[in-house]
C-alpha cells in the first residue's frame, strides 16, 4: 500500500494526472461538440466540411516539417537545460513558420484551381488556408513545455484549446452553417498561443539568443524523418475519406463514415496521454535498455486489458450509441463503426505506443521503413476494398494497415530494449 501511494504522488508531482485528466476533458468536450455540430447542422453541410477538412489535414502532414517533434526530442534528452530549450525552440520555430508559407500557397491554390469532386468544399479550404500558421505556434509552444515537463501547464492550454474550439465552433456554426466551423479553430488557436505567451511566458521567437550550431543538421534529420513517419502514419486515416470521395462523392456517405470513424478516433487520446506524459522519460532513458524494457512490459499489459474491454463494449452497443447520439439518420454508419472498434484494441494498445516509442529511441530509419509499408499496404487495400464494399472496405482496409504496423512496431521495439539491455550486462 505504501509503495502504491508513493508511485501515486509521484505521478501527480509529475503532471502524469494533469496530462490525463486534460486528455479526459479534451475528448469530452470534442465529442460533445462532435454530437452538437452533427446535430446543428445538415447531413450534406457535415458532409462538405469533412471533405474539405480531409483535404486540409492532407496537406498539415507537412506542418512545419515536423519541426516542433525535433525540437521536443533534442531537448527532452537535455532535460532541465533550460536555455538549449530556447535556442532550439527558436531557431524550430523561425524554420517552422517559413516553411508553412509554402503550405498556404498550397491550400489556396487548391481551393481556387484543383478540379474538386465536392464543389462547396473550395471556400472552405481557402477560408483555413491561414490556419497552419497558428497551429505551428501552438504545436511549438505545446512541445516547449512538455521538454521541459510542464505537464500541468501544458494540460491546462490544451484544455483551453478544445473549449475553444467547441464553443466558438458551436455558435458560429448555427450562425454560419459549415464556414462557422473555420472560424473556431482560428479564435482557438490564436487565443491559446497567446495564453502561452502571457500567462507562461513560452517565447517562441527571440533576438536574444544564439542557435543551436552543430546540433541543427540532427535536429532536422529528426524533424524530417518524424515528418514523413507520422504523415504517412496519418496518411491511413485520410487516404479513407479521399478516396471515398472519389470513388463515391456523395455529402451524406462521407458524413456517415466520419461519425462512425469519430468515437474509435477519440479514443486514441488513452495511449496518446501516456505517450505525452512518457515521451520526455523514455527519451532521457534512452541508453537504459533494462529501465525502458521494464517500464513497456507494464504499460503494455495494463493498457492491452484497458483497451480490450472498450473494443468488447463499443462492438456490443454500436447501435445504441449511434442512435442515441447521432440519431437515426447515421444507423447506416453501425458496421463500420463495429470494424472501428475492434481496429481500436490493435492501434490503442500496439501501434500508436510503439510507434512514438521508437522514436525515443532514434529509430527513424525503422519507422519510416514501417510508414512507407503501411502506405503502400493502405493504398492497395484502399484501393480495391473501397471498390467492392464502399465505406466497410475502408474500414477493412484500415484494420489491415494498424495490424501490420503493429507487429512491425512493437516486435522491432521489444528488440530494441533487449539488445540495450544485453549491452549493459556485458558491460557490467
Same mark, same amino acid.
Given at each position: ?83 538549449? $530549450? ?137 524533424? $524530417? ?204
Amino acid at each position: 500500500m505504501e509503495k502504491a501511494l508513493s508511485k501515486v504522488k509521484t505521478l501527480f508531482k509529475t503532471g502524469f494526472f494533469h496530462i490525463f485528466g486534460s486528455s479526459v476533458i479534451n475528448k469530452i468536450i470534442a465529442f460533445m461538440s462532435s454530437v452538437v455540430l452533427v446535430r446543428i447542422l445538415s447531413k450534406a453541410e457535415y458532409g462538405t466540411f469533412t471533405y474539405a477538412w480531409n483535404i486540409y489535414s492532407i496537406v498539415l502532414i507537412f506542418n512545419g516539417m515536423g519541426i516542433e517533434s525535433g525540437v521536443l526530442q533534442l531537448s527532452s534528452e537535455r532535460s532541465g537545460d533550460v536555455g538549449y $530549450a530556447n535556442r532550439a525552440s527558436n531557431f524550430g520555430t523561425r524554420f517552422g513558420l517559413k516553411f508553412n508559407l509554402l503550405l498556404v500557397v498550397v491550400l489556396l491554390g487548391i481551393g481556387m484551381f484543383a478540379p474538386l469532386k465536392i464543389d462547396g468544399g473550395r471556400r472552405i479550404l481557402c477560408a483555413l488556408s491561414l490556419l497552419p500558421v497558428f497551429q505551428l505556434l501552438f504545436n511549438m509552444t505545446s512541445s516547449y513545455l512538455r521538454s521541459q515537463k510542464r505537464n500541468q501547464e501544458y494540460a491546462k492550454l490544451q484544455v483551453i484549446n478544445t473549449v475553444l474550439v467547441f464553443v466558438i465552433s458551436a455558435v458560429s456554426a448555427y450562425v454560419f452553417r459549415e464556414i462557422g466551423m473555420v472560424l473556431g479553430y482560428y479564435v482557438a488557436y490564436i487565443s491559446t498561443v497567446l495564453v502561452g505567451f502571457l500567462a507562461y511566458h513560452v517565447r517562441l521567437i527571440r533576438k536574444d539568443i544564439q542557435g543551436i550550431g552543430e546540433d541543427t543538421k540532427p535536429l532536422l534529420k529528426i524533424a $524530417a524523418i518524424t515528418m514523413v513517419n507520422n504523415g504517412l502514419s496519418q496518411l491511413m486515416y485520410l487516404l479513407d475519406v479521399f478516396v471515398l470521395g472519389i470513388v463515391d462523392p456523395q455529402e451524406t456517405i462521407l458524413a456517415s463514415y466520419k461519425v462512425a470513424t469519430m468515437i474509435p478516433a477519440a479514443l486514441a487520446f488513452i495511449p496518446l496521454s501516456l505517450i505525452t506524459y512518457l515521451y520526455p522519460y523514455f527519451a532521457e532513458h534512452k541508453d537504459d535498455g533494462k529501465w525502458c524494457l521494464t517500464h513497456y512490459k507494464q504499460i503494455l499489459v495494463g493498457l492491452g486489458s484497458f483497451n480490450l474491454l472498450i473494443s468488447v463494449t463499443l462492438l456490443v452497443l454500436a447501435p445504441f450509441i449511434i442512435r442515441i447520439l447521432y440519431g437515426d439518420q447515421y444507423l447506416d454508419a453501425v458496421p463500420v463503426f463495429r470494424i472501428l472498434a475492434a481496429n481500436y484494441f490493435f492501434s490503442g494498445t500496439f501501434r500508436i505506443f510503439s510507434g512514438n516509442l521508437l522514436v525515443t529511441q532514434r529509430k527513424l530509419k525503422f519507422n519510416l521503413f514501417v510508414a512507407i509499408i503501411s502506405s503502400l499496404t493502405n493504398v492497395v487495400c484502399d484501393y480495391f476494398f473501397i471498390q467492392w464494399w464502399g465505406s466497410i472496405g475502408a474500414a477493412l482496409a484500415t484494420v489491415m494497415v494498424v495490424f501490420v504496423s503493429s507487429v512491425m512496431s512493437t516486435t522491432y521495439l521489444i528488440y530494441t530494449f533487449r539488445q540495450k539491455a544485453r549491452a549493459q550486462n556485458i558491460g557490467a
